[in-house]
């Protein structure tokens, strides 16, 4: 089946840290550059981060630049966004998300989200 | 960043009718205007991409239109799945954006 499964959320206090993980199945992981896109009921659906195929390009948005780290194991089928310095602004629902290819910036492929909590 | 502004925010309609969502964009994006569709406690799922493309498994009834700043999303029948939350996003400029989403309600 094709699929991606987020883990890792929780609650945690602000400036602390979280590592989300993702997994992948059902098709060929290092082919697509892969994204972790979050969705807030206030702020709505917004790009956190997306990295390519071979980890060769890695991009944030401005507002996780230095706090966040974008990585993937292609041998795993795996993705990761390590989330350090939390702040209240970044609680959401985080999704992890499959590009149409290599590095298309749209979406096909959705997990159903990893929800975060930071609160002291 | 480049602005998407989706009107209306509410859509009201009954079964059968066709539904016309918009998206404009504060700057060219070209053709580079995606939709989703997103039901609630689901993820968004992929409509259509580039404009006018429709991704794979999508009913021929979803169509979109549109380039440079102004997009149009139309659903030519409405069906009782098809009332949802609907968002564009562009892949143009730095940084991806996303719309506010249409909210399409049964009347």
């Known amino acids: 089946e094709v699929q991606l499964v987020e883990s890792g959320g929780g609650l945690v206090q602000p400036g602390r840290s979280l590592r989300l993980s993702c997994a992948a199945s059902?098709?060929?992981?290092?082919?697509?550059?892969m994204h972790w896109v979050r969705q807030t009921p206030g702020k709505g659906l917004e790009w956190v981060s997306g990295i390519s195929w071979n980890s060769g390009r890695i991009d944030y948005v401005d507002s996780v630049k230095g706090r966040f780290t974008i990585s993937r194991d292609n041998a795993k089928n795996s993705l990761y966004l390590q989330m350090n310095s939390l702040k209240a602004e970044d609680m959401a629902l985080y999704y992890c998300?499959?590009?149409?290819?290599?590095?298309?910036?749209?979406?096909?492929?959705w997990g159903q989200g990893t929800m975060v909590t930071v609160s002291s | 960043e480049t602005v998407l502004t989706q009107s209306p925010a509410t859509l009201s309609l009954s079964p059968g009718e066709r539904a016309t969502l918009s998206c404009r964009a504060s700057q060219s994006i070209s053709n580079y205007l995606i939709w989703y569709q997103q039901k609630p406690g689901q993820a968004p799922r992929l409509l259509i991409y580039?404009?006018?493309n429709r991704a794979t498994g999508i009913p021929g009834r979803f169509s979109g239109s549109g380039s440079g700043t102004n997009f149009t999303l139309t659903i030519s029948s409405l069906e009782p799945e098809d009332f949802a939350v609907y968002y564009c996003q562009q892949r143009s400029n730095w940084p991806v954006t996303f719309g506010g989403g249409t909210k399409v309600e049964i009347k």
């Open positions: 998300v499959k590009d149409t290819g290599r590095h298309n910036d749209a979406f096909d492929l």
């Open positions: 580039d404009a006018s």
């Open positions: 059902g098709f060929t992981f290092d082919h697509y550059a």
